[in-house]
């Protein structure tokens, strides 16, 4: 595990280059020094990546005016398959801008963050009520615990309500069975989707792949779910068009403001819905770890919170301006733990990178995970310090967790504001430990997930340590 060396030029590429490729499953053909390399062919396709800001840079002024990822087949596939339109994550071309266009404004401009505050604010306070139960429920003032199923129910609960207005129960003692099929699901899908990057979904499909058959099945499972929701809020909508004053959510935003068609909204909502759940729910529980053993930090971030919260006099909106820290750790956690490990983009003209000619129409993927772990961006990368993101050093093409440009996170927003609420709600009421000095890797299952489960003992704060 020493990392690699150039074939060319004998340079020594970074392990966490090499660690990175391999948690993608990915055999390494290196032709460049350790900033650049050209992959052999990988299942279908083939790219130029890089890890350095300034070839970032470059790379995201080459994107053209229709920014184009590379495409997840398994899930144009089931698209195709079923006959359902793609929304804006599967989208390209002008038809994908102009959908971005309308879901832009309901969506990630900062204007309609005071809208979704509310309803997040409320989702985190429900948090810490039931953790609160499950700590009483143990009889010995403290939880120890896996909190990913729990984190699960929150990210699927916040996200459902910023887009239906609506809450689904989650968080209750008894979940509606219909709302646990679809986490479910979500996690079936990502795990379906993994092996289907290395082998074409059109063959499995044609073999009756047993992949292809969970694949289908869970995709199944994410839109019926969504269509009872999306379904419920039209019925209501057409009953009572002028339903008050009340911020009614993005679905029913999009269905008044009739800019898109119903199916397109479907679509959409659908992925927003799908895409909410195992982002924030895994970065949170990154953030958690990290805070548990970092006992000072969470101290540090604690005396921030009440600070502002004292200032801001009960305004959240102006709350959530006055938690650098809060922020800091988030954007810390993504750099350690992106959910992405890569960003990609066909590049629509000439560039050059380190000296090499990259024509055209080559697809350039941008290693997240190798740059956040690489300390000639990063000084100490191994260690987790928010206030490197605080304090005035450059973060010039660094901070991209969230992609970059029109084509980043359409959920970025949302998914700010849930977790920053999350952590103040978490931090204001318990302290969190780890219990051994176990250390967490990383597993590649699209997304990036903790390799076993990550144990926190928590414990109000009141508690004596
Ligand atoms: C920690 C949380 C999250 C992270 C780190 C994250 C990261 C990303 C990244 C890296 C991309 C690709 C951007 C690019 O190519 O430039 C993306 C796209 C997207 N994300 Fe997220 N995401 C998160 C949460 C969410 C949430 C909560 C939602 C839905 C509410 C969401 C919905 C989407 C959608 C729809 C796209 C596709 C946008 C398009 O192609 O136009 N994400 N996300």
Same mark, same amino acid.
């Given at each position: 595990e020493s990392g690699g060396s150039c074939i060319r030029c004998g340079a020594l590429v970074s392990l966490s280059w090499v660690c990175c490729l391999r948690l993608a499953g990915f055999q390494v053909l290196i032709l460049g020094v350790p900033c650049l390399f050209r992959l052999e062919k990988v299942g279908s396709y083939d790219s130029v990546n890089i890890i350095k800001p300034e070839d970032a840079a470059v790379l995201f002024k080459a994107e053209g005016h *229709?920014? =184009?990822?590379?495409?997840?087949? !398994?899930?144009t596939s089931y698209r195709d398959y079923r006959n359902r339109k793609y929304g804006v994550l599967l989208k390209d071309g002008e038809d994908w801008k102009s959908n971005r266009i309308v879901l832009n404004k309901e969506v990630i401009s900062p204007k309609v963050q005071g809208n979704f505050v509310p309803l997040l604010d409320e989702v985190g306070q429900d948090f810490v009520a039931r953790v609160q139960k499950k700590i009483e429920r143990t009889g010995q003032n403290e939880w120890t615990t896996d909190?990913? %199923? #729990?984190? /699960?129910? /929150? !990210?699927? #609960?916040?996200? &459902? %309500?910023?887009l239906y207005g609506k809450r689904l129960g989650l968080l209750l003692d008894y979940i509606d069975p219909e709302a646990q099929h679809f986490i479910d699901c979500i996690t079936l899908m990502f795990k379906t989707t993994t092996p289907m990057l290395y082998l074409p979904p059109a063959l499995l499909r044609h073999t009756r792949a047993k992949v292809w058959k969970d694949h289908v099945e869970a995709w199944d499972g994410i839109f019926n779910q969504a269509d009872r929701c999306i379904q419920s809020i039209y019925r209501q909508l057409s009953k009572n068009p002028d339903a008050g004053e009340k911020y009614p959510g993005v679905l029913a935003s999009l269905l008044m403001l009739d800019k898109l068609s119903i199916e397109d909204i479907k679509a959409s909502v659908t992925e927003l819905m799908a895409g909410g759940v195992d982002t $924030? &729910?895994?970065s949170l529980l990154w953030t958690l770890y990290e805070l548990a053993r970092h006992p000072d930090l969470q101290e540090e971030i604690r005396a921030e919170i009440s600070a502002a919260r004292i200032a801001s006099k009960g305004d959240v909106v102006q709350m959530l301006k006055m938690?650098?820290?809060?922020?800091? !750790?988030? =954007?810390? $956690?993504?750099r350690l733990h992106p959910v992405a490990v890569s960003l990609q983009r066909y590049i629509t003209e000439d560039i050059v990178l380190q000296n090499y000619h990259i024509p055209a129409g080559t697809l350039v993927q941008l290693g997240l995970y190798a740059m956040g772990?690489? %300390?000639r961006i990063f000084p100490h990368p191994e260690q987790y310090r928010p206030s490197r993101w605080v304090r005035s050093?450059? %973060? *010039? /093409?660094?901070?991209l967790s969230f992609g970059f440009g029109p084509r980043q996170c359409l959920g970025r927003r949302i998914a700010e504001t849930e977790m920053q609420l999350f952590l103040i709600h978490m931090l204001e009421n318990f302290r969190f430990e780890k219990q051994r000095q176990v250390e967490v890797r990383s597993t590649f299952e699209l997304i990036l997930l903790p390799e076993k489960p990550i144990m926190l003992t928590i414990k109000p704060l009141n508690a004596s340590r």
């Open positions: *229709y920014p =184009k990822r590379l495409r997840v087949e !398994a899930w909190l990913s %199923h #729990e984190l /699960f129910k /929150f !990210a699927l #609960e916040s996200v &459902s %309500h910023v $924030t &729910s895994v938690v650098p820290l809060i922020k800091g !750790a988030l =954007k810390e $956690t993504l772990r690489d %300390h050093q450059s %973060h *010039y /093409f660094r901070n």
